[in-house]
């Protein structure tokens, strides 16, 4: 499919029982799963402030922390995967979403939120992400997001919607994705062309993110690292970001 921002791998039509998702675990997660659970994520994540202009860190890598990416993308907020715990000058997360044993360890501005996730959080001032996505709204208002819009940094740089789907669909290409091909996640999320390659592009192909250690087409991994049997290998250092 033709994609230029992320809610264009989230729309209504997109909705079946393809498999999109497959966690640590082995649980498999269909693209209606995705699509409805990710809908309902931006709408909880704009109770806590997160709109166009803003920075998410995101925490963790498995379905919940795909989850808060989406929605965060869906509201034109940037997220940072793998944060760091103590801030620098120009750190300022609106938003942290991590799991509910690590996020109070995490140094945000005055006035940012926390959301936990994994188990209940104990503190009133933790939001809880499951239990915000089982009450929410399971549909989105249409958005209108301009390809230059942020999406993904990392610190160091920041990469926009479009860059990040015409890398996506460069990998798509390159290697003949289709749907259900399977591509597996073995790099850090901190590293956007992890996310470019291992998340968005098997998901424009229609192709299903595997997040643990799974039978795989493709395998995305740090430099020198090897997809052993699962599949070919794709090193970050083939992801053209520009």
């Known amino acids: 499919m033709d994609a230029e921002t992320v809610d264009d791998l989230l729309v209504r039509d997109r909705r079946s029982d393809r498999p999109a998702l497959v966690d640590a675990t082995g649980k498999g997660f269909d693209y209606a799963w995705l699509c409805t659970t990710s809908w309902k994520a931006g709408n ?20 919940f922390a795909l989850l808060a990416f989406f929605g965060t993308a869906l509201l034109e907020g940037t997220t940072r995967f793998d944060p760091p715990t103590a801030l620098a000058d120009d750190d300022r997360f609106r938003t942290l979403v991590a799991p509910v044993d690590t996020v109070e360890s995490y140094e945000l501005p005055v006035g940012a939120q926390r959301v936990g996730y994994g188990s209940e ?13 089982w009450s929410e709204n399971p549909s989105f ?32 290409d390159d290697h003949g994705f289709a749907e259900g091909s399977r591509v597996a996640v073995a790099a850090p999320l901190g590293d956007p062309r992890t996310v470019v ?9 229609g192709g299903v993110v595997v997040l643990g250690d799974g039978d795989a087409d493709l395998v995305v991994a740090e430099e020198g690292a090897s ?4 599949g070919e290998t794709l090193p970050l250092s083939a992801v053209e970001l520009g």
Do not use: C, N
């Open 197 to 205: 390659a291992g998340v968005l592009a098997p998901l424009l192909a």
């Open 121 to 133: 959080p104990e503190k009133p001032d933790v939001h809880h992400l499951e239990a915000g996505l």
């Open 227 to 230: 997809g052993g049997d699962r």
């Open 44 to 63: 909880f994540l704009s109770h806590t402030g997160v709109r166009r202009g803003v920075t998410v860190g995101v925490v963790g890598d498995g379905p």
């Open 141 to 172: 208002p249409p958005v209108s997001i301009a390809p230059d819009t942020p999406l993904l940094t990392d610190g160091d740089r920041t990469v926009s919607h479009g860059r990040a789907l015409s890398a996506a669909a460069g990998v798509v």
